[in-house]
Protein backbone atom coordinates (compact mmCIF):
# COMPACT_ATOMS: atom_id res chain seq x y z
CA UNK A 1 0.00 0.00 0.00
CA UNK A 2 2.83 2.19 1.08
CA UNK A 3 4.13 1.69 -2.26
CA UNK A 4 1.16 2.68 -4.38
CA UNK A 5 1.10 5.93 -2.18
CA UNK A 6 4.44 6.81 -3.56
CA UNK A 7 3.73 5.91 -6.90
CA UNK A 8 0.26 8.50 -6.73
CA UNK A 9 2.51 11.11 -5.31
CA UNK A 10 5.35 10.64 -8.16
CA UNK A 11 7.89 13.80 -8.21
CA UNK A 12 6.59 17.09 -10.39
CA UNK A 13 2.96 16.27 -8.91
CA UNK A 14 1.47 19.05 -7.07
CA UNK A 15 -0.83 16.74 -4.49
CA UNK A 16 -3.49 18.74 -2.30
CA UNK A 17 -5.51 17.67 0.61
CA UNK A 18 -9.55 17.09 1.18
CA UNK A 19 -9.73 20.95 1.92
CA UNK A 20 -7.77 22.53 -0.69
CA UNK A 21 -9.53 20.10 -3.62
CA UNK A 22 -12.82 21.47 -2.49
CA UNK A 23 -11.69 24.94 -3.03
CA UNK A 24 -10.47 23.99 -6.63
CA UNK A 25 -13.22 22.33 -7.19
CA UNK A 26 -15.42 24.96 -5.81
CA UNK A 27 -18.02 22.96 -3.80
CA UNK A 28 -18.57 21.63 -0.43
CA UNK A 29 -16.31 19.35 1.70
CA UNK A 30 -19.44 17.02 1.63
CA UNK A 31 -20.49 17.41 -1.89
CA UNK A 32 -16.66 16.49 -2.77
CA UNK A 33 -16.79 13.42 -0.40
CA UNK A 34 -20.24 12.71 -2.37
CA UNK A 35 -18.50 12.62 -5.83
CA UNK A 36 -15.41 10.73 -4.24
CA UNK A 37 -17.98 7.82 -3.18
CA UNK A 38 -19.33 7.69 -6.78
CA UNK A 39 -16.33 7.57 -8.52
CA UNK A 40 -16.40 10.77 -9.94
CA UNK A 41 -13.28 12.18 -8.81
CA UNK A 42 -10.38 10.39 -8.29
CA UNK A 43 -8.61 10.50 -4.78
CA UNK A 44 -6.14 8.08 -2.98
CA UNK A 45 -5.51 7.81 0.84
CA UNK A 46 -2.26 8.61 3.15
CA UNK A 47 -3.00 6.98 5.84
CA UNK A 48 -6.83 8.25 6.82
CA UNK A 49 -6.15 11.41 4.83
CA UNK A 50 -7.51 11.67 1.16
CA UNK A 51 -5.21 13.56 -0.95
CA UNK A 52 -6.11 14.84 -4.64
CA UNK A 53 -3.60 15.38 -7.96
CA UNK A 54 -4.14 19.09 -8.47
CA UNK A 55 -4.15 17.66 -12.25
CA UNK A 56 -6.93 15.22 -11.68
CA UNK A 57 -9.03 18.44 -10.41
CA UNK A 58 -7.92 20.80 -12.94
CA UNK A 59 -9.21 18.43 -15.42
CA UNK A 60 -12.24 17.71 -14.11
CA UNK A 61 -12.98 20.90 -13.28
CA UNK A 62 -12.78 21.85 -17.14
CA UNK A 63 -14.71 18.81 -18.46
CA UNK A 64 -18.01 18.85 -16.32
CA UNK A 65 -17.70 21.56 -13.07
CA UNK A 66 -20.23 20.17 -11.01
CA UNK A 67 -20.61 23.25 -8.96
CA UNK A 68 -24.17 24.81 -8.59
CA UNK A 69 -22.07 28.21 -6.87
CA UNK A 70 -22.89 30.14 -9.91
CA UNK A 71 -26.81 29.70 -8.91
CA UNK A 72 -28.91 32.45 -8.33
CA UNK A 73 -31.01 30.88 -5.81
CA UNK A 74 -33.78 33.66 -6.26
CA UNK A 75 -33.99 33.52 -9.66
CA UNK A 76 -34.03 29.90 -10.15
CA UNK A 77 -37.25 29.66 -7.32
CA UNK A 78 -39.20 32.11 -9.25
CA UNK A 79 -38.95 30.15 -12.05
CA UNK A 80 -39.66 26.57 -10.37
CA UNK A 81 -42.90 28.38 -8.97
CA UNK A 82 -44.10 29.99 -12.56
CA UNK A 83 -43.88 26.32 -14.28
CA UNK A 84 -45.32 24.61 -11.08
CA UNK A 85 -48.51 27.69 -11.12
CA UNK A 86 -48.21 27.49 -15.42
CA UNK A 87 -48.80 23.65 -15.00
CA UNK A 88 -50.56 23.24 -11.48
CA UNK A 89 -47.74 20.76 -10.26
CA UNK A 90 -48.55 19.89 -6.91
CA UNK A 91 -47.96 17.34 -4.59
CA UNK A 92 -44.79 15.77 -2.88
CA UNK A 93 -42.03 13.96 -5.61
CA UNK A 94 -39.39 12.19 -4.33
CA UNK A 95 -36.23 10.22 -5.84
CA UNK A 96 -36.33 6.27 -5.39
CA UNK A 97 -32.53 6.93 -4.62
CA UNK A 98 -30.53 9.90 -5.03
CA UNK A 99 -26.85 10.84 -4.38
CA UNK A 100 -25.85 10.71 -0.70
CA UNK A 101 -26.03 14.19 0.94
CA UNK A 102 -27.80 15.80 -2.41
CA UNK A 103 -28.99 18.72 -1.70
CA UNK A 104 -25.40 20.21 0.31
CA UNK A 105 -25.99 23.76 -0.73
CA UNK A 106 -28.57 26.30 -0.78
CA UNK A 107 -28.09 26.24 -4.65
CA UNK A 108 -27.45 22.65 -5.18
CA UNK A 109 -31.40 22.57 -3.01
CA UNK A 110 -32.62 24.84 -5.74
CA UNK A 111 -31.10 23.36 -8.62
CA UNK A 112 -33.40 20.32 -6.91
CA UNK A 113 -36.31 21.57 -6.55
CA UNK A 114 -36.19 23.15 -9.98
CA UNK A 115 -35.72 19.02 -10.91
CA UNK A 116 -38.82 17.69 -9.12
CA UNK A 117 -40.84 20.72 -10.39
CA UNK A 118 -40.23 19.88 -13.99
CA UNK A 119 -40.68 15.98 -13.49
CA UNK A 120 -44.30 16.63 -11.63
CA UNK A 121 -44.98 19.24 -14.07
CA UNK A 122 -44.50 16.78 -17.02
CA UNK A 123 -46.41 14.14 -15.14
CA UNK A 124 -49.49 16.12 -14.68
CA UNK A 125 -49.37 16.87 -18.10
CA UNK A 126 -48.88 12.95 -19.27
CA UNK A 127 -45.84 14.30 -21.43
CA UNK A 128 -43.77 11.59 -22.81
CA UNK A 129 -40.40 12.88 -23.07
CA UNK A 130 -38.51 16.50 -21.31
CA UNK A 131 -35.98 18.06 -23.73
CA UNK A 132 -33.19 20.08 -22.18
CA UNK A 133 -31.43 21.72 -25.57
CA UNK A 134 -28.47 24.33 -24.95
CA UNK A 135 -28.27 27.74 -27.03
CA UNK A 136 -25.56 30.17 -26.42
CA UNK A 137 -27.97 32.25 -24.32
CA UNK A 138 -30.17 29.65 -22.65
CA UNK A 139 -31.59 26.52 -22.39
CA UNK A 140 -35.02 25.54 -23.72
CA UNK A 141 -36.88 23.36 -21.58
CA UNK A 142 -39.73 21.52 -23.86
CA UNK A 143 -42.55 18.43 -23.30
CA UNK A 144 -43.62 16.32 -25.32
CA UNK A 145 -47.57 16.07 -25.02
CA UNK A 146 -49.69 14.16 -27.48
CA UNK A 147 -46.48 13.98 -29.73
CA UNK A 148 -45.99 17.33 -30.17
CA UNK A 149 -43.35 19.56 -28.55
CA UNK A 150 -44.29 22.51 -26.18
CA UNK A 151 -42.02 24.50 -25.21
CA UNK A 152 -42.33 25.06 -21.68
CA UNK A 153 -39.52 27.60 -19.75
CA UNK A 154 -36.12 28.72 -20.66
CA UNK A 155 -33.71 28.11 -17.76
CA UNK A 156 -30.65 30.57 -17.43
CA UNK A 157 -27.34 29.94 -18.90
CA UNK A 158 -25.82 29.56 -15.52
CA UNK A 159 -28.20 27.03 -14.84
CA UNK A 160 -27.66 24.66 -17.62
CA UNK A 161 -24.79 22.64 -15.91
CA UNK A 162 -26.15 22.22 -12.60
CA UNK A 163 -29.28 21.07 -13.79
CA UNK A 164 -27.57 18.37 -16.25
CA UNK A 165 -25.51 17.02 -13.32
CA UNK A 166 -28.22 17.05 -10.83
CA UNK A 167 -29.78 14.30 -13.36
CA UNK A 168 -26.91 12.66 -14.20
CA UNK A 169 -26.13 11.77 -10.65
CA UNK A 170 -29.72 10.85 -10.42
CA UNK A 171 -29.40 8.66 -13.27
CA UNK A 172 -25.72 7.49 -12.02
CA UNK A 173 -23.90 8.80 -15.07
CA UNK A 174 -20.19 9.83 -14.90
CA UNK A 175 -20.00 13.42 -14.47
CA UNK A 176 -16.92 14.06 -16.18
CA UNK A 177 -18.00 12.81 -19.35
CA UNK A 178 -19.52 15.82 -21.57
CA UNK A 179 -17.99 15.03 -25.00
CA UNK A 180 -19.97 11.16 -25.22
CA UNK A 181 -23.46 10.20 -25.43
CA UNK A 182 -24.82 8.12 -22.07
CA UNK A 183 -27.83 6.73 -20.63
CA UNK A 184 -28.94 6.46 -17.51
CA UNK A 185 -32.47 6.08 -15.92
CA UNK A 186 -34.03 6.60 -12.10
CA UNK A 187 -37.26 6.71 -10.45
CA UNK A 188 -39.16 9.13 -8.86
CA UNK A 189 -42.58 8.49 -6.82
CA UNK A 190 -45.52 11.35 -6.98
CA UNK A 191 -48.97 10.68 -5.36
CA UNK A 192 -48.95 7.29 -4.64
CA UNK A 193 -47.50 6.02 -8.17
CA UNK A 194 -43.99 5.17 -9.50
CA UNK A 195 -42.41 6.58 -12.79
CA UNK A 196 -39.03 5.30 -14.40
CA UNK A 197 -37.55 8.45 -16.31
CA UNK A 198 -34.86 7.14 -19.45
CA UNK A 199 -31.99 9.53 -19.77
CA UNK A 200 -30.06 10.05 -22.70
CA UNK A 201 -27.41 12.40 -22.75
CA UNK A 202 -25.81 14.14 -25.83
CA UNK A 203 -23.12 16.87 -26.18
CA UNK A 204 -23.87 19.67 -28.55
CA UNK A 205 -22.00 22.62 -29.62
CA UNK A 206 -23.34 24.52 -26.62
CA UNK A 207 -23.18 22.18 -23.97
CA UNK A 208 -24.89 18.59 -23.33
CA UNK A 209 -28.44 18.00 -24.87
CA UNK A 210 -30.93 15.76 -22.25
CA UNK A 211 -34.15 13.78 -22.80
CA UNK A 212 -35.91 12.29 -19.87
CA UNK A 213 -38.48 9.86 -21.31
CA UNK A 214 -41.27 9.34 -18.61
CA UNK A 215 -42.39 5.68 -18.37
CA UNK A 216 -44.90 5.57 -15.57
CA UNK A 217 -45.21 2.08 -13.88
CA UNK A 218 -48.88 2.01 -13.73
CA UNK A 219 -50.59 -1.42 -14.76
CA UNK A 220 -53.94 1.13 -16.15
CA UNK A 221 -51.60 2.73 -18.64
CA UNK A 222 -51.57 -0.53 -21.14
CA UNK A 223 -55.70 -1.14 -21.57
CA UNK A 224 -56.88 -3.95 -22.71
CA UNK A 225 -57.11 -4.35 -26.82
CA UNK A 226 -61.05 -4.03 -26.48
CA UNK A 227 -60.71 -0.65 -24.42
CA UNK A 228 -61.42 2.46 -26.03
CA UNK A 229 -58.10 4.05 -25.38
CA UNK A 230 -55.99 2.21 -27.70
CA UNK A 231 -59.20 2.79 -30.35
CA UNK A 232 -59.05 -0.13 -32.60
CA UNK A 233 -62.52 -0.52 -34.59
CA UNK A 234 -64.49 -4.34 -33.55
CA UNK A 235 -63.40 -5.57 -37.31
CA UNK A 236 -60.08 -4.91 -36.88
CA UNK A 237 -59.76 -6.10 -33.00
CA UNK A 238 -61.83 -9.39 -33.61
CA UNK A 239 -59.13 -10.19 -36.86
CA UNK A 240 -56.05 -9.06 -35.25
CA UNK A 241 -56.89 -10.87 -31.38
CA UNK A 242 -57.91 -14.35 -33.56
CA UNK A 243 -54.39 -13.87 -35.09
CA UNK A 244 -52.95 -13.25 -31.82
CA UNK A 245 -54.10 -16.46 -30.37
CA UNK A 246 -52.65 -18.48 -33.41
CA UNK A 247 -50.49 -21.52 -32.21
CA UNK A 248 -47.79 -20.45 -34.28
CA UNK A 249 -46.95 -17.37 -36.96
CA UNK A 250 -45.61 -14.04 -36.66
CA UNK A 251 -47.60 -10.84 -36.27
CA UNK A 252 -45.58 -7.91 -36.69
CA UNK A 253 -46.31 -4.17 -35.94
CA UNK A 254 -45.02 -1.22 -38.09
CA UNK A 255 -45.04 2.64 -38.00
CA UNK A 256 -42.29 5.23 -37.19
CA UNK A 257 -40.80 6.09 -33.35
CA UNK A 258 -43.56 7.69 -31.71
CA UNK A 259 -47.03 5.68 -33.26
CA UNK A 260 -47.90 3.38 -30.85
CA UNK A 261 -46.14 0.38 -31.58
CA UNK A 262 -44.77 -0.50 -27.97
CA UNK A 263 -47.98 0.39 -26.09
CA UNK A 264 -50.00 -2.07 -28.71
CA UNK A 265 -47.40 -4.53 -28.37
CA UNK A 266 -47.77 -4.57 -24.25
CA UNK A 267 -51.59 -4.40 -24.74
CA UNK A 268 -51.46 -7.80 -26.80
CA UNK A 269 -48.43 -9.06 -24.33
CA UNK A 270 -51.27 -8.59 -21.98
CA UNK A 271 -53.52 -10.58 -24.08
CA UNK A 272 -51.64 -13.64 -24.62
CA UNK A 273 -49.23 -14.33 -21.16
CA UNK A 274 -50.42 -17.05 -19.38
CA UNK A 275 -49.62 -19.46 -16.96
CA UNK A 276 -49.67 -21.96 -19.18
CA UNK A 277 -47.51 -21.05 -21.92
CA UNK A 278 -43.56 -19.66 -21.89
CA UNK A 279 -43.44 -16.39 -22.98
CA UNK A 280 -40.37 -14.39 -23.96
CA UNK A 281 -39.91 -10.91 -24.65
CA UNK A 282 -36.56 -9.74 -26.19
CA UNK A 283 -36.27 -6.06 -25.43
CA UNK A 284 -33.52 -3.10 -25.94
CA UNK A 285 -34.59 -1.79 -23.12
CA UNK A 286 -36.70 -3.65 -20.98
CA UNK A 287 -39.37 -0.48 -19.84
CA UNK A 288 -42.27 -2.42 -17.91
CA UNK A 289 -41.87 -6.05 -16.35
CA UNK A 290 -45.39 -8.26 -16.68
CA UNK A 291 -46.76 -11.75 -15.20
CA UNK A 292 -45.86 -14.67 -16.59
CA UNK A 293 -43.20 -13.37 -18.71
CA UNK A 294 -39.66 -13.33 -19.03
CA UNK A 295 -37.73 -10.67 -19.83
CA UNK A 296 -34.47 -10.03 -21.72
CA UNK A 297 -32.67 -6.59 -21.89
CA UNK A 298 -30.04 -6.22 -24.63
CA UNK A 299 -26.98 -5.10 -24.00
CA UNK A 300 -24.79 -4.57 -26.83
CA UNK A 301 -21.38 -3.53 -24.99
CA UNK A 302 -21.77 -6.61 -23.57
CA UNK A 303 -21.91 -8.84 -27.01
CA UNK A 304 -25.70 -9.73 -25.94
CA UNK A 305 -27.21 -9.24 -29.03
CA UNK A 306 -31.20 -8.97 -30.09
CA UNK A 307 -29.32 -12.06 -32.08
CA UNK A 308 -27.71 -13.78 -29.39
CA UNK A 309 -29.97 -13.30 -27.68
CA UNK A 310 -32.54 -15.29 -30.16
CA UNK A 311 -30.38 -18.16 -30.58
CA UNK A 312 -30.59 -18.53 -26.49
CA UNK A 313 -34.12 -17.77 -26.13
CA UNK A 314 -34.73 -20.70 -28.33
CA UNK A 315 -33.33 -23.11 -26.03
CA UNK A 316 -35.61 -22.09 -23.31
CA UNK A 317 -38.69 -23.65 -24.74
CA UNK A 318 -40.44 -21.23 -25.78
CA UNK A 319 -44.44 -20.95 -26.97
CA UNK A 320 -44.80 -16.89 -27.76
CA UNK A 321 -41.88 -14.58 -28.31
CA UNK A 322 -41.52 -11.18 -28.43
CA UNK A 323 -39.10 -8.92 -30.18
CA UNK A 324 -38.53 -5.12 -29.21
CA UNK A 325 -37.46 -4.56 -33.19
CA UNK A 326 -36.39 -6.00 -35.65
CA UNK A 327 -33.84 -4.18 -37.51
CA UNK A 328 -31.67 -6.49 -39.12
CA UNK A 329 -31.38 -9.65 -41.62
CA UNK A 330 -30.19 -11.77 -38.54
CA UNK A 331 -33.00 -11.20 -36.61
CA UNK A 332 -35.35 -10.78 -38.94
CA UNK A 333 -34.25 -14.83 -40.38
CA UNK A 334 -34.14 -15.96 -37.38
CA UNK A 335 -37.88 -14.77 -36.40
CA UNK A 336 -39.62 -16.15 -39.70
CA UNK A 337 -37.75 -19.61 -38.57
CA UNK A 338 -39.05 -20.08 -35.31
CA UNK A 339 -42.38 -18.80 -36.41
CA UNK A 340 -42.46 -21.76 -39.35
CA UNK A 341 -41.59 -24.21 -36.07
CA UNK A 342 -44.54 -23.53 -34.16
CA UNK A 343 -44.04 -20.34 -32.57
CA UNK A 344 -45.57 -17.23 -32.38
CA UNK A 345 -43.32 -14.41 -32.86
CA UNK A 346 -44.52 -10.99 -32.02
CA UNK A 347 -42.12 -8.26 -33.46
CA UNK A 348 -42.06 -4.22 -34.50
CA UNK A 349 -40.39 -2.74 -37.32
CA UNK A 350 -40.24 0.71 -38.57
CA UNK A 351 -42.83 1.13 -42.07
CA UNK A 352 -44.47 3.12 -43.29
CA UNK A 353 -47.39 0.14 -44.08
CA UNK A 354 -48.23 -2.37 -43.53
CA UNK A 355 -47.55 -3.80 -47.53
CA UNK A 356 -44.11 -1.66 -46.74
CA UNK A 357 -43.12 -3.65 -43.99
CA UNK A 358 -43.59 -6.87 -46.03
CA UNK A 359 -40.64 -4.73 -48.72
CA UNK A 360 -38.81 -3.68 -45.66
CA UNK A 361 -38.13 -7.30 -44.77
CA UNK A 362 -37.70 -8.68 -48.37
CA UNK A 363 -35.19 -5.54 -48.69
CA UNK A 364 -33.18 -6.89 -45.73
CA UNK A 365 -33.09 -10.52 -47.62
CA UNK A 366 -35.87 -12.21 -45.92
CA UNK A 367 -36.65 -15.23 -48.26
CA UNK A 368 -39.85 -14.63 -50.16
CA UNK A 369 -40.89 -18.15 -49.49
CA UNK A 370 -40.16 -17.85 -45.95
CA UNK A 371 -41.81 -14.47 -45.48
CA UNK A 372 -44.86 -15.90 -47.02
CA UNK A 373 -45.17 -18.92 -44.50
CA UNK A 374 -44.26 -17.91 -41.16
CA UNK A 375 -45.79 -14.25 -41.82
CA UNK A 376 -49.96 -14.07 -40.53
CA UNK A 377 -50.55 -10.35 -39.66
CA UNK A 378 -49.40 -7.17 -39.90
CA UNK A 379 -50.53 -4.32 -38.30
CA UNK A 380 -49.49 -0.52 -38.91
CA UNK A 381 -50.38 2.24 -37.15
CA UNK A 382 -50.32 5.96 -36.28
CA UNK A 383 -51.47 8.08 -33.17
CA UNK A 384 -53.92 11.31 -34.11
CA UNK A 385 -55.04 13.92 -31.66
CA UNK A 386 -57.98 14.19 -30.53
CA UNK A 387 -60.10 17.16 -30.88
CA UNK A 388 -60.45 18.78 -27.17
CA UNK A 389 -64.11 17.73 -25.97
CA UNK A 390 -64.05 21.09 -24.24
CA UNK A 391 -63.93 23.94 -27.05
CA UNK A 392 -64.50 21.61 -29.71
CA UNK A 393 -66.78 22.48 -32.45
CA UNK A 394 -68.64 21.32 -35.65
CA UNK A 395 -66.15 22.50 -38.58
CA UNK A 396 -65.62 22.53 -42.40
CA UNK A 397 -62.62 21.21 -43.48
CA UNK A 398 -60.48 22.89 -46.72
CA UNK A 399 -61.92 21.82 -49.37
CA UNK A 400 -58.36 20.92 -51.06
CA UNK A 401 -57.41 18.89 -48.17
CA UNK A 402 -60.63 17.28 -47.48
CA UNK A 403 -60.98 16.18 -51.24
CA UNK A 404 -57.30 14.45 -51.70
CA UNK A 405 -57.96 12.70 -48.53
CA UNK A 406 -61.41 11.69 -49.33
CA UNK A 407 -60.20 10.61 -52.64
CA UNK A 408 -57.04 8.36 -51.19
CA UNK A 409 -59.21 6.76 -48.08
CA UNK A 410 -61.67 5.75 -51.15
CA UNK A 411 -58.88 3.79 -52.28
CA UNK A 412 -58.41 2.41 -49.07
CA UNK A 413 -61.49 0.90 -48.44
CA UNK A 414 -63.90 3.79 -47.00
CA UNK A 415 -66.30 6.01 -48.66
CA UNK A 416 -67.20 9.24 -46.99
CA UNK A 417 -70.51 9.00 -45.24
CA UNK A 418 -72.94 11.98 -46.86
CA UNK A 419 -73.53 13.70 -43.05
CA UNK A 420 -70.08 14.03 -41.31
CA UNK A 421 -69.82 15.26 -38.36
CA UNK A 422 -66.33 17.28 -38.77
CA UNK A 423 -65.05 19.12 -35.22
CA UNK A 424 -62.61 21.22 -34.86
CA UNK A 425 -60.77 22.53 -31.69
CA UNK A 426 -60.58 26.32 -31.12
CA UNK A 427 -57.78 26.28 -28.50
CA UNK A 428 -58.68 26.54 -24.95
CA UNK A 429 -57.06 26.12 -21.12
CA UNK A 430 -57.67 22.66 -21.08
CA UNK A 431 -56.02 21.56 -24.37
CA UNK A 432 -53.42 24.52 -24.15
CA UNK A 433 -54.46 26.62 -26.82
CA UNK A 434 -53.84 23.47 -29.47
CA UNK A 435 -57.66 22.14 -30.05
CA UNK A 436 -56.72 18.77 -28.95
CA UNK A 437 -56.39 16.90 -25.97
CA UNK A 438 -54.93 13.39 -25.87
CA UNK A 439 -54.66 11.02 -28.72
CA UNK A 440 -56.08 7.32 -30.11
CA UNK A 441 -55.02 5.26 -32.48
CA UNK A 442 -55.73 4.36 -36.05
CA UNK A 443 -54.87 0.87 -37.70
CA UNK A 444 -54.81 -0.87 -40.78
CA UNK A 445 -54.89 -4.62 -40.20
CA UNK A 446 -53.04 -6.95 -42.83
CA UNK A 447 -54.20 -11.00 -42.40
CA UNK A 448 -52.20 -12.83 -44.74
CA UNK A 449 -54.21 -15.43 -46.43
CA UNK A 450 -53.85 -17.90 -49.52
CA UNK A 451 -53.64 -14.84 -52.02
CA UNK A 452 -51.48 -12.71 -50.44
CA UNK A 453 -48.93 -15.67 -49.72
CA UNK A 454 -49.24 -15.98 -53.21
CA UNK A 455 -48.03 -13.05 -53.93
CA UNK A 456 -45.35 -12.01 -51.21
CA UNK A 457 -43.41 -15.34 -52.41
CA UNK A 458 -43.72 -13.82 -55.93
CA UNK A 459 -42.02 -10.77 -54.90
CA UNK A 460 -45.36 -8.64 -55.98
CA UNK A 461 -45.41 -4.62 -55.84
CA UNK A 462 -46.08 -3.04 -52.45
CA UNK A 463 -49.25 -1.41 -54.47
CA UNK A 464 -50.18 -4.64 -55.83
CA UNK A 465 -49.98 -6.12 -51.90
CA UNK A 466 -52.49 -2.76 -50.54
CA UNK A 467 -55.20 -3.56 -53.95
CA UNK A 468 -54.92 -7.31 -52.60
CA UNK A 469 -55.38 -6.84 -48.76
CA UNK A 470 -58.71 -3.83 -49.33
CA UNK A 471 -60.05 -6.17 -51.50
CA UNK A 472 -60.06 -9.19 -48.29
CA UNK A 473 -61.09 -6.57 -45.78
CA UNK A 474 -58.17 -4.43 -44.83
CA UNK A 475 -58.70 -0.62 -44.00
CA UNK A 476 -55.32 1.89 -44.71
CA UNK A 477 -54.61 4.11 -42.73
CA UNK A 478 -55.88 6.78 -44.50
CA UNK A 479 -59.53 5.52 -44.50
CA UNK A 480 -59.69 5.05 -40.63
CA UNK A 481 -57.93 8.24 -40.22
CA UNK A 482 -60.90 9.78 -42.71
CA UNK A 483 -63.40 7.90 -40.52
CA UNK A 484 -62.48 9.06 -37.11
CA UNK A 485 -62.59 12.53 -38.69
CA UNK A 486 -66.14 12.17 -39.96
CA UNK A 487 -67.35 10.57 -36.48
CA UNK A 488 -65.91 14.30 -35.02
CA UNK A 489 -62.97 12.39 -32.99
CA UNK A 490 -60.18 14.13 -34.86
CA UNK A 491 -59.63 16.58 -37.26
CA UNK A 492 -59.27 15.96 -41.14
CA UNK A 493 -55.81 18.22 -40.91
CA UNK A 494 -54.54 15.80 -38.19
CA UNK A 495 -55.57 12.75 -40.07
CA UNK A 496 -53.29 14.00 -42.79
CA UNK A 497 -50.75 15.28 -40.94
CA UNK A 498 -50.24 11.49 -39.68
CA UNK A 499 -50.72 9.25 -42.65
CA UNK A 500 -48.29 8.47 -45.09
CA UNK A 501 -49.01 9.65 -47.98
CA UNK A 502 -48.59 7.11 -50.63
CA UNK A 503 -51.78 5.27 -50.50
CA UNK A 504 -50.06 1.99 -50.17
Not at 35 to 52: A, P, S, T, Y
Not at 80 to 102: C, D, R, W
Not at 111 to 136: C, G, Q, W, Y
Not at 248 to 261: E, F, Q, T
Request: charged content about 25%; proline content about 6%.
Amino acid sequence: MAKREQQRESPGEEVVALDQAAGILGVSRSTLQRMLRQGNVRGFKVGRQWRFRRSDLEKFGRMAHPSAAGVKVSDLQRLTASLAEQTGASGQLEFESGPPGFPATDEEAAVDALLKTMLAAAARANASDIHLDPTRHDTTVRFRIDGVLHQMMELPRYAHRPTIVAIKQHAGLALDQEQVAQDGRFRFALDGGECDVRVATLPSIHGESVVMRLLPRLAQLFHPLDSPGLGMSPVDLERFRRLLHAPAGMILVSGPSGSGKTTLMYSALQDVANPEIKTFTIEDPVEYAFPWVTQASVNVKAGFTFEQAMRVVFRHDPDVIMLGDIRTLQVADLATRYAMTGRLVMGTIHASSAAGAIWRLLDMGVEPFALAESLICLVSMRLVRKVCGQCGAPDQPNYTVLSTVVERAKAGGYKLPEDPQFRRGSGCEACRRSGYYGRTGIYEVMEIGPELQRLVASRAPAETLREAAVRNGMTTLVAVGLRKAAEGITSVAEAARVTPEQPY
